[in-house]
């Protein structure tokens, strides 16, 4: 079984640029989730997704993040423009909304300079 | 305040030690618990899960909660060097199942075994 997919795996852009995540969830998991995590502090919810539907946006951090999930298959986060404290790890995970775990990518960093 | 706190170490043990390591919610909607450990580039990996106080062992991992002091702890006996990562406490609410829902984690505790 494949495991879910992150690319880029590392993405420098300037500091207005735009930069877009691309998250493959394992397939038949429903559930699919961002999560970041800035230098020094903890893991941080930002969104769950069931199927294409946003299910929770609260961790969502401003109005230049932007999730989609086309077809409750693939997502992408889209940050627009960057600002140099949206530099960190994004995670994606993905679950079947069961019990068991989540299943976390291995991550994009992204550093905005 | 934050919700979950954990001491981020770093911990530094020699191999076949017992490690002990832990975290405190101040949620009381918190009802299953997670233990991850993450490698240095990965994602986290879940290691065990619970959601009841007591006691869950799987091989040489040890996972304890105590609801009524609100702190959770994971044992890791005869500990070796792939053991070293950082490990992640992480916890939710009783919505759903324990894949459904948003996890709340505590900062990470980065442990090193050495030879």
């Known amino acids: 079984e494949a495991g879910v997919t992150q690319f880029p795996s590392h993405s420098v852009i300037e500091k207005g640029q735009t930069v877009t995540l691309r998250c493959d969830p394992i397939?038949?998991?429903?559930?699919l989730y961002w999560y970041r995590r800035v230098m020094g502090k903890e893991i941080k919810f930002l969104l769950h997704?069931?199927?294409?539907?946003?299910?929770?946006e609260s961790g969502m951090p401003n109005n230049r993040f932007l999730a989609e999930r086309t077809g409750g298959t693939y997502s992408t986060l889209k940050v627009q423009p960057a600002e140099l404290e949206d530099s960190g790890v994004y995670f994606c995970?993905?679950?079947?909304?069961?019990?068991?775990?989540?299943?976390f990518g291995s991550g994009t960093r992204l550093t905005v300079v | 305040q934050k919700e979950v706190e954990q001491d981020p170490g770093p911990l530094s043990v020699p191999e076949g030690a017992i490690v002990s390591l832990n975290c405190t919610y101040s949620?009381?909607?918190?009802?299953?618990f997670m233990w991850y450990r993450q490698y240095s580039r990965k994602g986290p990996e879940l290691l065990m899960y619970?959601?009841?106080?007591g006691n869950k062992e799987d091989g040489r991992f040890t996972a304890q909660v105590d609801k009524s002091s609100k702190y959770i702890s994971l044992f890791i006996r005869d500990s070796q060097p792939s053991d070293s990562a950082t490990y992640l406490c992480?916890?939710?609410?009783?919505?759903?199942?324990?894949?459904?829902?948003?996890?709340?984690f505590g900062q990470g505790t980065i442990l090193t075994v050495h030879p």
């Open positions: 992480a916890m939710k609410d009783a919505t759903g199942g324990t894949s459904y829902g948003k996890l709340t």
């Open positions: 995970a993905t679950g079947t909304g069961g019990y068991g775990g989540y299943t």
């Open positions: 949620n009381s909607a918190f009802q299953y």
């Open positions: 619970t959601y009841s106080s």
């Open positions: 397939s038949g998991h429903d559930n």
């Open positions: 997704f069931v199927k294409e539907s946003k299910q929770d």
